[in-house]
């Protein structure tokens, strides 16, 4: 018992502690004002609502089953459920975490367990029944999250391929991105869309939630190294850079097209270089994170204005555009700027191969959840309906689903 | 005795209250309202949508004055308001039927 508790360590302990707290804040408050702000006034409490609930289901799924189905020692896709409960918790770390004491593991990942479902309510906003929303969400976390998470960082298929992804490209974005992009295509567009003119309400609170999620990102990508050292010192830097080179492009780009530079665009930038760099945070360095910011504000400004209008999907607030887009940008170029000989990348592996490893991955996670998230839909939509009423939506969830209203004065 | 309802750009709001104080006229109710005539809207672009906004905000100035204060009145609100661009707004005079003043019970030309 001595030995086991030796290996932990005060300071990684003291870090992880505080980067759980920081990534929980990313989803209450962060994430939800970010959201919040960018609906109509009738649909605001709707949305807090959304991220709030989903905060304590999950916590809840991640005791009883999820953590154990993603970090359980066994299963090439799903975990055992020798964690349920906590119930197989020993004294020791978890191998992937062997510093800190297994419970810190358990509450830290739980955090992104909660968040990447959050990040889809982006896609059914002002339209999604409240049920609907708690059958999709819970049956998408175990069935979409899980095994992602578990092939890929609880070592099971991709992991023994050697994929790369750090702090959750795919595992968070690109899977929260696909299932958002499939949730807003099965559900159909809101009522008026795009002909309607549906402003954001509180950019204020949009630009509020922004730095929350800002400064969150460091527990995010630097908790990630597990360890109160160097490689979270250069996941944060990384971090940093790419989130204010994406926001630049992005308002660089508006303020040439548009005529002015605008807020929604700058903070909407950040959000994809913070998404580009997460799995890529820990093997690139300053120059590739350079790099990652310029190309994901690119692209990502690219899928959220040009192409959807194309293909006209209402992706309310951009969910597929900015997380699954910008998480699938950072995890195929990390293999090039985070490669042994690459600019100043830190990764002990080679470009091209790597770059094989990780479009695999990416391309298999993404296709396994855009299949299973259209399954889901299709299920919950015969069990209790996706949408509301025509009438209800025009009234606003706030006062339809809710029973109150956001502002009182 | 008539009603006076001004739509003037909100910033005048001051000046003209200012400027029917001068003329003796010291009540007022104001509302804030939306609206157009000639003046065009304007753009705005959020994440490349763009959306034109024709409904400006404008302020409703009402007072109720006796007969022979209508003139003075609306010379000092037109001349308050007056900016000489687009959207300085409009003065609509209407008849009154009858005034209370609720605490006292006065009706007529002693209410206002």
Known sequence: MDELIQTIDSGNTAWILTASALVLFMTIPGLSFFYAGLVRKKNVLSVLMHCFVLTCVMTILWLVYAYSGCFAEDGKIFGSAKYSILNGLGAEPHGNADTIPHELFFIFQMTFFIITPALMVGAFVERIKFSAMLWFTGLWALLVYVPACHTVWGGGIFGEMGVQDFAGGIVVHITAGVGALVACIVLGPRKGYPDTQMMPHNLPMTVAGTGMLWVGWFGFNGGSAVAADGSAATAIVVTQISAATAALTWMFIEWFKHGKPSVLGIVTGSIAGLAAITPASGVVGPQGALIIGLVSGFICWYASTAIKAKFGYDDSLDVFGVHGVGGFIGTLLLAFLGAKDALDGRGDFVAGSQFVVQLKAALAVGTYTFVVTWVILKVVDAMVGLRVDEQDENSGLDVSAHGEAGYND | ?112
């Not at chain 2, 739509?7 to 509302?31: N, R, Y």
């Not at chain 2, 302020?59 to 006796?66: F, L, P």
């Not at chain 2, 300085?88 to 008849?95: A, M, N, R, S």
């Open chain 2, 1 to 112: 005795m008539k009603k006076i309802e001004a739509i003037v750009k909100p910033f005048k709001l001051e000046e003209v209250k200012d400027a029917l104080a001068e003329v003796g006229v010291v009540g007022m109710s104001v509302t804030e309202v939306k609206g157009f005539g000639r003046q065009k809207g304007h753009t705005e672009i959020y994440r490349g949508s763009e959306y034109t906004v024709d409904f400006l905000p404008k302020m409703k100035i009402e007072t109720v004055v006796a007969d022979q204060a209508v003139e003075d009145a609306v010379k000092a609100i037109t001349k308050a308001a007056n900016t000489g661009k687009i959207g300085d707004g409009k003065i609509f005079v209407l008849p009154i039927e009858q005034a209370i003043r609720i605490r006292t019970g006065e009706n007529g030309d002693e209410a206002i």
